[in-house]
């Protein structure tokens, strides 16, 4: 916390401010770049929700990427918007808001990631119930069946344990009882990929859920993505940990500029008082 700057011995000119014009308007420009940002990141979730199907956008409403951006843009564009105006206005309510909102932000992300990592078993449940729950929506919703078949070709996996979870999708059902013409087969993400194919084959993964291990992983991945997941995630430590600092450092620095200015504030509003009582002195 910065220290209080001390009032004079006597009044000084009405041109003197405490408040500094570098902290009030890089304040406001750091806000106005991440305000412009949750603009766009909520119109974009609402357009891809428009897109949607009525009936697909009620199914996968918890694993939605749309709605996910749409939440996140909404409350950016509220904590950002208290940011512009109160160091624009200097006002000291809003300034305290947005750095209240800052500071339960970073600490829910400083203990997001310690619980992450000290119960690394239930975070890989959650996990794995995630993934599950995907996988069972996988037909309903767009964006999600392109962000599960860009994973499955980004880590070359195949389901969530393995490539019989796709089992649980309606439509991959490996049950004599299921009339899909998709019954146990698995996405084309999952199908081992040739460099010199120039056109993909879609089908490739079909019947693949009716073949055992050894057979089906000539044609596709049979290693499920959580593990996957985790060897990334172990493998690449150093690169995760520097994305977390690249996202906790503009919260910090919003945080100290933002109280920053609330003491300088402060002290110009004691300064004009200190001001106001001298002039309404007879001896002054």
Not at 116 to 127: C, I, L, T, Y
Not at 129 to 152: K, T
Not at 186 to 208: I, K, W, Y
């Amino acid at each position: 916390m910065a220290r209080r700057a001390a009032l004079p011995a006597g009044p000084l000119g009405d041109d003197f401010s405490f408040v500094s014009p570098v902290a009030k308007y890089v304040l406001f420009f750091f806000n106005l770049l991440f305000w412009v940002i949750s603009v766009a990141m909520v119109a974009v979730g609402l357009y891809a929700r428009l897109l949607k199907h009525a009936e697909a956008a009620m199914a996968c409403l918890a694993v939605d990427p749309a709605i996910l951006l749409i939440v996140v843009g909404v409350l950016t564009f509220l904590i950002t918007f208290c940011g512009c105006v109160g160091s624009l206005r200097e006002n000291i309510c809003l300034l305290q808001v947005f750095s209240v909102c800052l500071t339960i932000t970073f600490l829910l992300q400083l203990a997001a990631g310690v619980l992450g990592f000290v119960f690394s078993d239930e975070a890989r449940g959650k996990v794995s119930e995630i993934i599950n729950g995907a996988i069972v929506h996988y037909r309903d919703d767009l964006d999600l069946q392109n962000l599960i078949d860009f994973g499955q070709k980004e880590f070359s996996c195949c389901g969530g344990v393995s490539y019989k979870d796709w089992s649980r999708n309606m439509y991959f059902n490996c049950t004599a009882s299921n009339p899909s013409r998709e019954r146990c087969s698995v996405p084309f993400s999952c199908c081992l990929r040739d460099a010199g194919q120039a056109v993909v084959n879609t089908m490739c993964g079909h019947g693949m859920q009716a073949r055992g291990y050894l057979e089906a992983s000539a044609f596709i991945h049979t290693n499920g993505c959580i593990d996957k997941l985790v060897n990334w995630t172990h493998s690449n430590l150093f690169l995760l940990g520097g994305i977390a600092l690249g996202l906790a450092l503009p919260q910090l620095v919003g945080i100290v500029l933002a109280q920053l200015l609330i003491n300088q504030i402060r002290d110009q509003i004691k300064l004009q008082l200190y001001n106001q009582q001298h002039r309404a002195d007879p001896w002054y």
